[in-house]
């Protein structure tokens, strides 16, 4: 094929390896800023053209087929060093610009996120943000974002990972609860206690690590009732705060502290509650070889933003 024939179906090509991350019509077309029909429509051509089926279109799916599949793979790494190029040029001169998206949980992204971003594109007016607030796991790559603002213990190896601020999560009560029911001593008590849970892991049941200098390690675990269970720790604080019960949230979502009696107070200080909030915030992003520029302004400004980490409830939590 000469190049004349070929580059017409360039567009048409990448459009498929888009098709592939996305196995959406919908998802592609709004990111290559097209309408679904006609995202559709090209694919036809393309299978036409081809003599070949690409796709393979169910009622609820899309999917490639085995000589899509391959068609992908050969074009993909050259799309990829094209786009990767292409970033690097138009770094090279001017002020950083362009769309990025950006995914965090809602807590995190509307406690102290937002006001960081507001900050963000005053200093660069010549970037967008797409900030969607989610406390559902992201693929970031099939569904188009750039970055991703999130609390873990191991970020995945297949993305960068750059450190904004170490976090932890603190168990509390309001002072109204303890009154009523009394301060467990021991997580074992937990089991006679309302207990107010978060939508991850072991939803049913606590595993505690002993975090003081005496019998350090010692672990136990506990069977818990709740009256409520959620996928949102804004929520679960505010029922904290009504007394409901005895709750985990991550200390980004701690409710400001106040003269006098504190709106929360620690529970079982000496102990910790493991392997649902991580313990630092990170900003990934799929590895790649070439991070935009404008990419990098927004993770160094978090950075900055996020490096005094985020403000306990009262001194008796530090």
């Given amino acids: 094929m000469s190049s004349d024939q070929l580059a017409p179906l360039v567009a048409d090509l990448h459009l498929l390896t888009v098709l592939a991350a996305t196995r959406s019509f919908t998802e592609t077309a709004r ?49 990829e060093r094209i786009s990767e190029s292409y970033i690097a040029v138009k770094d090279l ?27 963000f594109l005053k200093r660069f007016p010549d970037i967008q943000i797409e900030l969607e607030l989610t406390d559902r796991f992201v693929n970031l790559a099939s569904e188009g974002f750039d970055l991703a603002i999130r609390h873990t213990n191991t970020p995945p190896e297949t993305h960068v990972a750059w450190v904004l601020c170490e976090s932890r999560s603190i168990l509390l009560a309001s002072p109204d609860y303890l009154k009523r029911r009394g301060v467990p001593t021991h997580p074992s008590e937990l089991a006679a206690h309302d207990c107010l849970l978060y939508l991850g892991g072991h939803v049913g049941s606590w595993t505690f690590a002993r975090n003081s200098k005496r019998k350090a390690g010692e672990r136990v675990g506990v069977s818990l009732t709740s009256k409520l269970k959620a996928n949102n720790s804004e929520v679960l604080r505010d029922a904290l705060l009504a007394g409901l019960g005895i709750g985990l949230l991550p200390d980004f979502s701690l409710p400001p502290s106040r003269p006098g009696e504190p709106l929360l107070v620690p529970v079982l200080p000496d102990w910790q509650v493991q392997g649902f909030f991580g313990e630092r915030i990170y900003a990934l992003r799929p590895w790649s070889p070439q991070v935009p520029k404008a990419v990098q302004c927004l993770v160094e400004h978090l950075r900055q933003s996020f490096a005094q980490g985020f403000h306990s409830i009262s001194a008796s939590t530090r």
Avoid: W, Y
Avoid at 33 to 40: D, F, H, Q, T, V
Avoid at 55 to 77: C, I
Avoid at 95 to 115: D, N
């Fill in 31 to 79: 990111r290559l800023g097209l309408s679904k029909a006609s995202a559709s429509m090209r694919i036809s051509e393309l299978e036409r053209l081809a003599g070949v089926l690409l796709v393979r279109r169910t009622t609820r799916s899309v999917g490639l087929t085995e000589a899509g599949q391959q068609l992908v793979n050969d074009m993909q790494p050259a799309f």
């Fill in 93 to 119: 001169v001017g002020t950083p610009r362009g769309l990025i998206r950006v995914t965090a949980p809602v807590a995190l992204g509307r406690q102290h996120l937002a006001p960081c971003v507001s900050a």
